[in-house]
């Protein structure tokens, strides 16, 4: 129910900020594009984002804005579609003369708008692209979440660490550069662990009957199945391992995290792991802070991960522009890239010289219905 | 060995939903030589339409249960015939006279116009919803095997559905108007036969299939979006063309064999990758020294 009346208020507020946002020159406060994708299959992770930059800049307003300016941030929708982002990106920085751009969670779309950014000499900070391409592009891409390799190792870790498991089934989306670069990732740190991958099975996102390949990873025998797959497929995988009477642990990463994992999967992904970028009953004074802020601002919602890179990103960014003491690009440029230690809601950010985000990674369990708060592992 | 024999009973359950939507393709092909490329859609509508329901219909036959899910099957089945004899008099009547590649594209436009009018965030928007538990699930564990309270509806709903629609084409007075039509148009109307009727009800009957068909898929994967009906339909009008396009018996039997050539071969570590490739280049050798399908009949056409 809850979701159901949240879903139009969202979208009816985005259309309303872009409307007034649209309309209007700037007045002299500091121009910020975003973009997301607000409509559209990934649009749970678009609107979490986008959400989590909005109660940022609201934030930095209501404290007197940043250098004594008012923050403007200006949300363009890519519809989730390739092809939609460098006309937006494009829109942003030429019409509106934004001095940075926000955006965006998935890696393919972020890739479409770097060079954009890149050539026009305007930074760009993507929350929660986490494909190591991203920042490859230029000196003006950044990012405030870890990347993939580091992901991989951190579940490769777990799962013959902490799950003590010596064999391992890989279930892949070969549809996806997520999937398959957390599963190579996870395949290196796994086997250098002394762990042995006894079956690798492959997908497409969007399939519905994972059976057969199921069936084969139950005949290999596997301690424990990894899955970087995203949430829709995960929770059909899990119903129907269940139904095999596959009873070992499935583990993935990041793509997991999405309320509808738990609607669709019910009592079929309780007791799996997988790996985020922080966790929101996490006792941190920093978390509690954001939560609560959060869902004062939207209903009482609880944020996700997606949520709190979105505010990362933009308090990120904030700080940024307050040390370099201007708004011109490669003043802000350069404060990014300087960046030792923010405090951000999602841990403590150094950026390195690849531009990444170096902080922690927490792994969460699905218990009672819920994503529980499991361990924190550091870089 | 049990390996063998699980991933026997998994294509078999998957063929057997390919089986049903195939069955609905090929009976509108045998009366109007026409592929109606918007059944996936309808599918996917018959899936939403219960997705919407069941909870009204929960509040009076609580769910899961043998009734409730008759029930919202039954008024599910009831909106999806609507919606096909809506779409046949709406896009395909006024083509009637053209030639059949008009109707052809327009199908297209339709399946286009209902996938992406459902993916606007007004109507059901792009997101996976979580279908319903409609039916009480039960694993039966036979030394070792797995097979799905579920996969078991699945079966016998074709088998029963197979026999109906046989009974219906062979032995009705409607069938034999279909068939009459599907002979030749202008003979049967001239015989007497309301063939505007006639088509009209092909078109609820194989919209009331593919309801049926959405449902049951739904149930085996209960994740529904506006574009679930693609894939599965896209193999049932290949089962339906293996088994012989306009043939019924065929059309089950096509679907069985593309679910357990699918299965067995994304079974397999390595290969799992190319599963649709491997199943459908067997398709394609088969086809190459059957090209009428597995029971069709080859025709030779008057030119």
């Known amino acids: 129910m809850n979701r159901r009346r949240l879903l139009p208020c969202a979208t009816a507020f985005v259309l309303l900020t872009c409307f007034t946002g649209c309309g209007k020159k700037s007045d002299g406060g500091i121009v910020i594009g975003e973009f997301a994708s607000l409509t559209g299959k990934e649009a749970t992770f678009g609107i979490s984002s986008h959400e989590g930059t ?78 190591p391409k991203v920042t490859e592009t230029g000196d003006c891409i950044f990012r405030v979440c870890f990347i993939d390799p580091f992901q991989g190792t951190v579940m490769a870790n777990f799962v013959s660490k902490t799950l003590k498991a010596t064999k391992v089934a890989v279930f892949t989306d070969v549809k996806s550069d997520y999937s398959k670069g957390l599963a190579k990732f996870f395949k290196e740190g796994f086997t250098k662990n002394g762990g042995q991958i006894v079956a690798e099975l492959d997908f497409n996102g969007g399939d519905k009957d994972f059976k057969a390949q199921l069936t084969a990873i139950k005949g290999a025998a596997p301690d424990a199945v990894f899955v970087p797959g995203y949430y829709t497929d995960v929770a059909l995988i899990a119903i129907q391992a269940k139904q095999l009477g596959l009873t070992i642990p499935l583990c993935g990463g990041d793509g997991w995290e999405s309320q509808t994992l738990l609607d669709i999967g019910k009592d079929a992904v309780e007791g799996h792991y997988f790996s985020t970028h922080y966790a929101s009953d996490a006792a941190s004074p920093s978390v509690v802070a954001f939560v609560a802020d959060y869902k004062k601002r939207f209903n009482g919602k609880v944020p996700d991960a997606m949520a709190a890179l979105g505010y990362d990103s933009a308090m990120f960014l904030a700080d940024a522009i307050k040390r370099a003491g201007s708004t011109d690009s490669t003043a802000i440029r350069d404060a990014l890239a300087a960046t030792k230690d923010f405090e951000a809601v999602t841990g403590k950010i150094a950026i390195n010289a690849q531009r990444d985000a170096v902080k922690s990674a927490v792994i969460l369990q699905i218990k009672d219905g819920k994503f529980k708060y499991l361990e924190t592992v550091a870089p | ?114 996938e992406f009018t459902c993916q606007h965030e007004a109507v059901f928007g792009a997101d996976t919803k979580p279908f319903p538990q409609l039916l009480p699930v039960h694993d039966f564990n036979i030394g070792g095997l797995v097979i799905g309270s579920n996969d078991l509806v ?74 679930m009906g693609v894939q599965p339909g896209l193999r049932a009008f290949i089962a339906a063309v293996l088994g012989g396009i306009g043939n019924l018996p065929g059309a089950a039997l096509g679907g069985l064999l593309l679910g357990l050539l699918e299965t067995f071969a994304g079974g397999i570590s390595g290969l799992s990758n190319y599963r649709d490739g491997i199943a459908f280049a067997i398709l394609i050798l088969i086809l190459l020294f059957k090209p009428a399908g597995l029971l069709g009949k080859a025709s030779v056409e008057k030119v």
């Open chain 2, 154 to 227: 699945v079966v016998v709903t074709t088998l029963v559905l197979l026999a109906a629609l046989w009974f219906i084409v062979q032995r009705t007075k409607m069938g034999t108007a279909m068939r009459a039509v599907s002979f030749n148009q202008q003979a049967a109307a001239l015989m007497g036969i309301n063939i505007n009727r006639i088509i009209s009800f092909t078109f609820g009957l194989g919209s009331a299939l593919a309801a049926i068909a959405g449902i049951l898929y739904a149930l085996k994967a209960p994740g529904i979006d506006p574009l």
């Open chain 2, 1 to 114: 060995m049990d390996w063998l024999l699980q991933q026997l009973i998994n294509g078999l359950a998957l063929g057997s939903i390919y089986a049903l939507i195939a069955l609905g393709y090929t009976m509108v092909y045998g009366v109007l030589r026409f592929i109606n490329f918007a059944h996936a859609d309808v599918l996917m509508l018959g899936a939403y339409a219960a997705y919407f329901l069941a909870p009204a219909v929960s509040t009076v036959f609580p769910l899961p249960s043998l009734t409730g899910a008759l029930i919202v099957t039954l008024l599910s089945v009831m909106i999806c015939t609507g919606i096909g004899i809506l779409i046949e008099f709406l896009a395909y009547r006024p083509l009637r006279q053209r030639p059949r590649l008009t109707v052809l594209i327009t199908a297209i436009g339709v399946s286009l116009l209902i």
């Open chain 1, 54 to 131: 909005l109660l940022a800049i609201e934030t930095l307003n209501a404290a007197g804005g940043v250098l004594g300016k008012k923050v403007e941030l200006l949300t363009e929708d890519n519809q989730s579609k390739a092809g939609e982002t460098s006309n937006v990106v494009n829109k942003l920085i030429s019409k509106d003369g934004a001095v940075a751009v926000l955006g965006e969670v998935a890696s393919s779309r972020s890739l479409e708008a770097a060079p954009i950014c890149q050539q026009n000499g305007i930074p760009m900070v993507s929350p929660a692209s986490t494909n």
